[in-house]
T-cell receptor
Framework: TQLLEQSPQFLSIQEGENLTVYCNSS?????LQWYRQEPGEGPVLLVT?????EVKKLKRLTFQFGDARKDSSLHITAAQTGDTGLYLC?????????????FGKGTLLTVNP | GAGVSQSPSNKVTEKGKDVELRCDPI?????LYWYRQSLGQGLEFLIY????????KSGLPSDRFSAERTGGSVSTLTIQRTQQEDSAVYLC?????????????FGQGTRLTVV
């Protein structure tokens, strides 16, 4: 069972459109992180959300952490071709005695010119 | 540089051969992860090292895969008797986690092609 479910798995849109991608879990997370991976590169951190209900903005990107800290969303306004990439959410998870960052499988976004 | 370094960046190997992939994490980072990524897909967790704790090997797909981390620093992922389905990008990440909400820093990956 995947702890963090991301949807949609694939998304293809035209430049200028708005979009939202989701990261959901049945578990409570103390924080969630969003990463973006561009082709040929490793993922890079975009933001960390910590407080339930928190909203963070990074230029055209808006990140929200659910009130119950079980889910998060990423909204992109007026998408640009440079937004193309794989968007990953991650959170710290305590499984047994081992505490680690767990990643969702990601949303692959393609923004067409 | 101060980032996570992986070598080689590309590796082509013949089916049945063994390969070793290396990861040099950021100095001082106690956590180290290995992930596998197939073309256009998300991250598949392989193994996690945290300090001196026993590694979490729950993601290793078969007993042909193994990894070690020497001295809490450099890590090597070994794939024995490679198969064509092992072809993928292997990503390593390190983190000062579990302190605070520390992020994971990724290397650029090793692209493995089994022919």
């Amino acid at each position: 069972t995947q702890l963090l479910e991301q949807s949609p798995q694939f998304l293809s849109i035209q430049e200028g459109e708005n979009l939202t991608v989701y990261c959901n879990s049945s578990s409570v997370f103390s924080s969630l992180q969003w990463y973006r991976q561009e082709p040929g590169e490793g993922p890079v951190l975009l933001v960390t959300v910590v407080t339930g209900g928190e909203v963070k903005k990074l230029k055209r990107l808006t990140f929200q952490f659910g009130d119950a800290r079980k889910d998060s969303s990423l909204h992109i306004t007026a998408a640009q071709t440079g937004d193309t990439g794989l968007y990953l959410c991650a959170g710290p998870y305590s499984g047994g005695s081992n505490y680690k960052l767990t990643f969702g499988k990601g949303t692959l976004l393609t923004v067409n010119p | 540089g101060a980032g996570v370094s992986q070598s080689p960046s590309n590796k082509v190997t013949e089916k049945g051969k063994d390969v070793e992939l290396r990861c040099d994490p950021i100095s001082g980072h106690t956590a180290l992860y290995w992930y596998r990524q197939s073309l256009g897909q998300g991250l598949e967790f392989l193994i996690y090292f945290q300090g001196n704790s026993a590694p979490d090997k729950s993601g290793l797909p078969s007993d042909r895969f193994s990894a070690e981390r020497t001295g809490g620093s450099v890590s090597t992922l070994t794939i024995q008797r490679t198969q064509q389905e092992d072809s993928a990008v292997y990503l390593c990440a390190s983190s000062p986690f579990p302190r605070g909400t520390s992020e994971a820093f990724f290397g650029q990956g090793t692209r493995l092609t089994v022919v």
